[in-house]
């Protein structure tokens, strides 16, 4: 069993920054498959980010490549979500997720456990 608690989402200006964290109970987390997803008002939650247990290999929606960086401390049991550059159209409830020991969780039926969400919201 995981449970996630996210934090950091807030109102920021197009083009400013911001630092998601997720953190993350129980033993297992260094063995999972960690990734953000987002959801819009009124749009289907999407993949954002992934990484897998080792940081050896990470990947990104085309959306985000380039501006967003995921990374994790497996010893704090945290992952997290940078975001630069950012736009209005990143607006969103940002969600933590772990998608298992196996496999990078690419859409949200791959996901085992969810974090509660935090908002983002861009100013143009």
């Known amino acids: 069993q995981v449970q996630l608690v996210e934090s950091g989402g807030g109102l920021v200006q197009a083009g400013g920054s911001l630092r998601l964290s997720c953190a993350a109970s129980?033993?297992?987390?260094?063995?999972?498959?960690m990734a953000w997803f987002r959801q819009a008002p009124g749009k289907e939650r999407v993949f954002v980010a992934a990484?897998?247990?080792?940081?050896?290999?990470?990947g990104y929606a085309d959306s985000v490549k380039g501006r967003f960086t995921i990374s994790r401390d497996n010893a704090k049991n945290t992952v997290y979500l940078q975001m630069n550059s950012l736009k209005s159209e990143d607006t969103a409830v940002y969600y933590c997720?772990?998608?298992?020991?196996?496999?990078?969780?690419?859409?949200?039926?791959?996901?085992?456990?969810w974090g509660q969400g935090t908002q983002v919201t861009v100013s143009s």
């Open positions: 997720a772990a998608g298992g020991f196996d496999s990078i969780p690419y859409v949200p039926n791959e996901v085992e456990y």
């Open positions: 990484i897998t247990p080792s940081s050896g290999i990470t």
């Open positions: 129980g033993r297992t987390f260094s063995r999972y498959h």
